[in-house]
């Protein structure tokens, strides 16, 4: 009984320390004020905060970063990483939003910060945060059955204009979310009436099963997830969202929408935020050191394993970025009357 | 086929290389341990070990985790039997039998009776998937939303035999566990519903947190409020682990049933142990000669859905091998992992990589007879758990339960919600609501109503679409069939009673 008591115990102890050991740095509140100009270091550990439980992209880009900072010696105070899951990143978002004007922490996030608030389910959006720097993309695709009659995006578009109700569109998140969104914006391109689009999102069993059995007929998806099945020839890849082909085996035989005549892109950007009220010196600190990251050798073979593209925008360019693209996502979301209030 | 046989034998060469073995053996014990704490699930096991996997050969890093795995899964039987505490849900229809039986003092034979169901349905689906696992893959995608829908809706027909008096309040049981269900972002059009505005409840409410609610802190409001009973005192002792020639007779059935059913809805990507544990104990109480004593305590109604659970873990290996699909959450983070170290588990691992593919499943043989010579002596030990003052027995249940649910989101919300969920299964106890048909609504609920949308919006609304799908008219037949056929006994009993009394 002893024996089990401490064994017990000592799980236990060892369960705390893997939850709470990134936690010693949050709620931090020793902003600098005096530092409007000038270097800025930090002072203690950093937190980043990943919006969303773990083994999730935004996760994954999170810790990556973190331990390349850490093995290349880019930054040397701790950083720890902690998961906020809840809400498509409405938890974790509201969360930074309470720590207003700390330096010391970050948090990573993608499209669902400009596409959450506009559904209407996150009070907190881009303009709340502090951008500091993007640093990869990955890319969507469209994939159908191998026997599926439609050999590229023409074809199935055009089989969408004449009877939109014989085809549905699969994806893994809900409508108005990103696979979803994306094949909007290629159909309604190519002039697809895009109300009439049949979306059904699959979140349990991962829409690749339905695709593979015939349930559904177009996967829309991220490209990683349809390589391993294009290779074993299960499926076919009628488009990928990037402006030009991807580099890599099975990857560069996916052709792009571009090159079948439809002129639109769609990029799945990943980059880091602070808090609102973020000191500028601070900014400029990270944005340096996201750069170097960007940039290093051990970052670009973790892109590699991952099938990441690079994309780094500094944090100027970044809001800019972001705005234009909100605004573009809000007039999709219109038409499709997905808007929250 | 000479290039399977080679596969088999260079998984073979993993497996029983030195540090395979090792690494089994870690895997099989940090598993079983922490699946056997109330509340701590393989889901919490293996976020743990994936720093550690970094850097490993990934054949031996898959090894590991799946050791985790099943050995979470395989343990996690001990804090249903003894404490009513299911962590994971693939073991919450182990308590329907396990905890009364070890309220009336065969705490002892309990376990050994979950330990050797879970031994046998881990080995024979191991040797299933062995066999089978290169002709899986196509019953792993076999089922569309349709089917689905189907087999959720046999699963629901298990209300009625979960049921202990009132039929009537069962079904306000499982309406209401519905109704949890709904709460949350709606997966079909994006809405949320039921959040009251709250962030917090945009992701829905976690299984653990209704699970822990209803089951374990119920359960410990019950035993605070009786604790002058005399009948408590049955429940300290443990009494025999030895199983008598007639039990093992009883677990020969469930075995050699439910280790092939079980296996069949494992390989199912979404379905899991959980699903096929409570179809496994329906099955079981329909075709038992005694359908009375299940949910008293019935050596069938433990072992039925160890077996079951144990087997499904090893079916959702096919769909991540075979396809690269995760069937599961705890298959998701491993694929997570996979990928991690460059590994892209989908059609092609078999042949690319078939050290990782057969090594892992030649691993399953050793983990499981590390897990059965690992908890059968240790029976008498975790048993003794019940022997601990009730005081402090209780509020190391809390404890655990709390760590449990922390441990999901890290968020103070979900622990009042816990208590909530503790306050209304205690009230439902005392006002003689059973929990199971609560819990299993939940549990179906949710993925019967995106199978049934899902279905609608294919087939443009038309209820033909169930019909016509082959799969799922044999999945409706045969639960029309598990919902009259009790209706259909209870009206032949009045009759016979009938005629007996005229």
Same mark, same amino acid.
């Given at each position: 009984?002893?024996? #089990?008591? *401490?064994?017990?115990? #000592?799980?236990?102890?060892?369960?705390?320390?893997?939850?709470?050991?990134?936690?010693?740095?949050?709620?931090?509140?020793?902003?600098?004020?005096?530092?409007?100009?000038?270097?800025?270091?930090?002072?203690?550990?950093?937190?980043?905060?990943?919006?969303?439980?773990?083994?999730?992209?935004?996760?994954?880009?999170?810790?990556?970063?973190?331990?390349?900072?850490?093995?290349?010696?880019?930054?040397?105070?701790?950083?720890?990483?902690?998961?906020?899951?809840?809400?498509?990143?409405?938890?974790?978002?509201?969360?930074?939003?309470?720590?207003?004007?700390?330096?010391?922490?970050?948090?990573?996030?993608?499209?669902?910060?400009?596409?959450?608030?506009?559904?209407?389910?996150?009070?907190?959006?881009?303009? /709340?945060?502090?951008?500091?720097?993007?640093?990869?993309?990955?890319?969507?695709?469209?994939?159908?059955?191998?026997?599926?009659?439609?050999?590229?995006?023409?074809?199935?578009?055009?089989?969408?204009?004449?009877?939109?109700?014989?085809?549905?569109?699969?994806?893994?998140?809900?409508?108005?979310?990103?696979?979803?969104?994306? #094949?909007?914006?290629?159909?309604?391109?190519?002039?697809?009436?895009?109300?009439?689009?049949?979306?059904?999102?699959?979140?349990?069993?991962?829409?690749?099963?339905?695709?593979?059995?015939? *349930?559904?007929?177009?996967? *829309?998806?991220?490209?990683?997830?349809?390589?391993?099945?294009?290779?074993?020839?299960?499926?076919?890849?009628?488009?990928?969202?990037?402006?030009?082909?991807?580099?890599?085996?099975?990857?560069? /035989?996916?052709?792009?929408?571009?090159?079948?005549?439809?002129?639109?892109?769609?990029?799945?950007?990943?980059?880091?935020?602070?808090?609102?009220?973020?000191?500028?010196?601070?900014?400029?600190?990270?944005?340096?050191?996201?750069?170097?990251?960007?940039?290093?050798?051990?970052?670009?073979?973790?892109?590699?394993?991952?099938?990441?593209?690079?994309?780094?925008?500094?944090?100027?360019?970044?809001?800019?970025?972001?705005?234009?693209?909100?605004? *573009?996502?809000?007039?999709?979301?219109?038409?499709?009357?997905?808007?929250?209030? | 086929?000479?290039?399977?046989?080679?596969?088999?034998?260079?998984?073979?060469?993993?497996?029983?290389?030195?540090?395979?073995?090792?690494?089994?053996?870690?895997?099989?014990?940090?598993?079983?341990?922490?699946?056997?704490?109330?509340?701590?699930?393989? &889901?919490?096991?293996?976020?743990?070990?994936?720093?550690?996997? =970094?850097?490993?050969?990934?054949?031996?890093?898959?090894?590991?985790?799946?050791?985790?795995?099943? !050995?979470?899964?395989?343990?996690?039987?001990?804090?249903?039997?003894?404490?009513?505490?299911? !962590?994971?849900?693939?073991?919450?229809?182990?308590?329907?039998?396990?905890?009364?039986?070890?309220?009336?003092?065969?705490?002892?034979?309990?376990?050994?009776?979950?330990?050797?169901?879970?031994?046998?349905?881990?080995?024979?689906?191991?040797?299933?998937?062995?066999?089978?696992?290169?002709?899986?893959?196509?019953?792993? &995608?076999?089922?569309?939303?349709?089917?689905?829908?189907?087999?959720?809706?046999?699963?629901?027909?298990?209300?009625?035999?979960?049921?202990?008096?009132?039929?009537?309040?069962?079904?306000?049981?499982?309406?209401? %566990?519905?109704?949890?269900?709904?709460?949350?972002?709606?997966?079909?059009?994006?809405?949320?519903?039921?959040?009251?505005?709250?962030?917090?409840?945009?992701? !829905?409410?976690?299984?653990?947190?209704?699970?822990?609610?209803?089951?374990?802190?119920?359960?410990?409001? =019950?035993?605070?409020?009786?604790?002058?009973?005399?009948?408590?005192?049955?429940?300290?002792?443990?009494?025999?682990?030895?199983?008598?020639?007639?039990?093992?007779?009883?677990?020969?059935?469930?075995?050699?049933?439910?280790?092939?059913?079980?296996?069949?809805?494992?390989?199912?990507?979404?379905?899991?142990?959980?699903?096929?544990?409570?179809?496994?104990?329906?099955?079981?109480?329909?075709?038992?000669?005694?359908?009375?004593?299940? %949910?008293?305590?019935?050596?069938?109604?433990?072992?039925?859905?160890?077996?079951?659970?144990?087997?499904?873990?090893?079916?959702?290996?096919?769909?991540?091998?075979?396809?690269?699909?995760?069937?599961?959450?705890?298959?998701?983070?491993?694929?997570?992992?996979?990928?991690?170290?460059?590994?892209?588990?989908?059609?092609?691992?078999?042949?690319?990589?078939?050290?990782?593919?057969?090594?892992?499943?030649?691993?399953?043989?050793?983990?499981?007879?590390?897990?059965?010579?690992?908890?059968?002596?240790?029976?008498?030990?975790?048993?003794?758990?019940?022997?601990?003052?009730?005081?402090?027995?209780?509020?190391?249940? &809390?404890?655990?339960?709390?760590?449990?649910?922390?441990?999901?989101?890290?968020?103070?919300?979900?622990?009042?919600?816990?208590?909530?969920?503790?306050?209304?299964?205690?009230?439902?106890?005392?006002?003689?609501?059973?929990?199971?048909?609560?819990?299993?609504?939940?549990?179906? %609920?949710?993925?019967?109503?995106?199978?049934?949308?899902?279905?609608?919006?294919?087939?443009?609304?038309?209820?033909?679409?169930?019909?016509?799908?082959?799969?799922?008219?044999?999945?409706?037949?045969?639960?029309?069939?598990?919902?009259?056929?009790?209706? =259909?006994?209870?009206?032949?009993?009045?009759?016979?009673?009938?005629?007996?009394?005229?």
């Amino acid at each position: 009984m002893k024996k #089990f008591l *401490s064994l017990s115990l #000592f799980v236990m102890l060892a369960l705390f320390l893997a939850a709470c050991g990134n936690d010693d740095s949050s709620g931090d509140d020793t902003t600098d004020g005096d530092e409007t100009s000038g270097e800025w270091e930090p002072e203690q550990s950093i937190e980043i905060v990943a919006p969303a439980g773990a083994g999730g992209g935004w996760d994954t880009t999170a810790r990556m970063a973190a331990q390349v900072f850490q093995e290349e010696g880019i930054i040397s105070e701790d950083i720890g990483v902690v998961n906020k899951p809840g809400g498509g990143g409405a938890v974790g978002w509201a969360y930074i939003a309470n720590q207003e004007g700390s330096n010391h922490n970050l948090f990573v996030s993608s499209s669902p910060i400009l596409l959450v608030p506009l559904s209407g389910q996150s009070e907190y959006g881009h303009e /709340d945060f502090t951008p500091i720097a993007n640093v990869i993309a990955d890319y969507g695709a469209f994939a159908v059955n191998a026997d599926a009659p439609w050999e590229d995006l023409n074809e199935l578009f055009e089989d969408m204009k004449e009877d939109p109700s014989s085809i549905t569109v699969v994806g893994t998140s809900s409508p108005g979310s990103m696979d979803h969104i994306q #094949f909007v914006r290629f159909a309604k391109a190519a002039g697809v009436d895009i109300t009439k689009i049949k979306y059904v999102s699959a979140p349990d069993a991962d829409g690749i099963t339905q695709i593979l059995n015939g *349930s559904a007929d177009v996967y *829309s998806t991220g490209v990683a997830e349809v390589v391993e099945q294009a290779k074993a020839g299960n499926i076919r890849v009628l488009a990928v969202t990037s402006e030009e082909r991807l580099d890599g085996d099975t990857l560069s /035989d996916f052709p792009t929408a571009k090159e079948q005549g439809i002129d639109e892109v769609f990029i799945n950007w990943r980059g880091f935020f602070g808090p609102p009220g973020m000191d500028q010196a601070a900014v400029d600190y990270y944005e340096a050191k996201f750069k170097e990251l960007s940039d290093s050798d051990a970052f670009a073979e973790i892109r590699a394993n991952y099938g990441w593209d690079e994309m780094y925008m500094g944090s100027e360019e970044y809001k800019q970025f972001l705005d234009e693209e909100k605004e *573009s996502l809000e007039s999709i979301l219109e038409e499709l009357n997905l808007l929250g209030e | 086929m000479d290039g399977v046989l080679e596969g088999i034998v260079s998984g073979l060469q993993v497996a029983f290389s030195l540090q395979g073995i090792l690494f089994v053996l870690i895997g099989v014990f940090i598993g079983t341990f922490i699946g056997m704490l109330p509340g701590l699930g393989p &889901i919490s096991a293996i976020a743990i070990m994936i720093p550690l996997t =970094y850097g490993m050969d990934p054949a031996l890093a898959l090894v590991l985790m799946a050791g985790v795995y099943y !050995g979470a899964v395989f343990g996690g039987s001990t804090s249903s039997i003894l404490l009513n505490a299911p !962590g994971i849900s693939g073991t919450v229809a182990t308590s329907f039998d396990g905890y009364p039986m070890a309220q009336q003092g065969k705490a002892g034979k309990a376990l050994a009776v979950a330990a050797i169901s879970s031994f046998a349905g881990g080995t024979i689906s191991v040797i299933l998937l062995m066999i089978f696992a290169p002709v899986l893959a196509s019953v792993a &995608i076999s089922f569309g939303p349709p089917a689905y829908f189907a087999l959720m809706l046999l699963g629901l027909t298990a209300i009625a035999s979960l049921s202990e008096g009132s039929t009537l309040k069962a079904l306000i049981s499982a309406v209401v %566990g519905f109704m949890i269900v709904t709460i949350g972002i709606d997966p079909q059009t994006g809405t949320a519903r039921f959040t009251f505005g709250s962030a917090n409840l945009l992701d !829905g409410i976690d299984f653990l947190v209704i699970a822990l609610g209803l089951f374990a802190l119920a359960e410990v409001g =019950y035993l605070i409020i009786n604790r002058k009973q005399k009948g408590m005192k049955n429940a300290k002792e443990i009494g025999s682990l030895k199983l008598t020639k007639e039990d093992a007779k009883e677990m020969g059935g469930p075995i050699s049933r439910h280790s092939i059913l079980g296996f069949i809805i494992g390989i199912l990507p979404g379905a899991g142990a959980t699903i096929a544990s409570f179809i496994s104990y329906i099955t079981e109480k329909r075709i038992s000669k005694k359908p009375e004593e299940f %949910g008293k305590g019935s050596v069938k109604g433990l072992a039925a859905p160890e077996v079951s659970n144990n087997a499904a873990t090893s079916g959702a290996f096919v769909p991540l091998l075979s396809l690269g699909i995760p069937g599961s959450g705890t298959t998701a983070v491993m694929l997570g992992a996979l990928l991690v170290m460059g590994i892209q588990p989908g059609p092609l691992l078999m042949t690319d990589r078939p050290e990782i593919f057969w090594g892992v499943i030649a691993s399953m043989y050793i983990g499981n007879i590390f897990l059965l010579i690992l908890n059968l002596p240790l029976i008498p030990y975790i048993a003794r758990v019940l022997t601990i003052p009730r005081p402090l027995l209780i509020s190391m249940v &809390i404890m655990f339960s709390v760590i449990g649910v922390y441990s999901i989101s890290f968020n103070t919300f979900d622990l009042y919600l816990l208590l909530a969920f503790g306050v209304i299964g205690f009230l439902m106890r005392m006002f003689a609501f059973p929990a199971p048909p609560f819990i299993l609504a939940f549990i179906l %609920g949710g993925m019967m109503e995106q199978a049934f949308r899902q279905s609608m919006t294919i087939s443009n609304g038309s209820l033909m679409i169930f019909i016509e799908n082959k799969i799922a008219l044999v999945l409706i037949i045969l639960s029309l069939l598990s919902f009259l056929y009790p209706i =259909y006994q209870s009206y032949r009993n009045k009759k016979r009673a009938a005629r007996e009394v005229g």
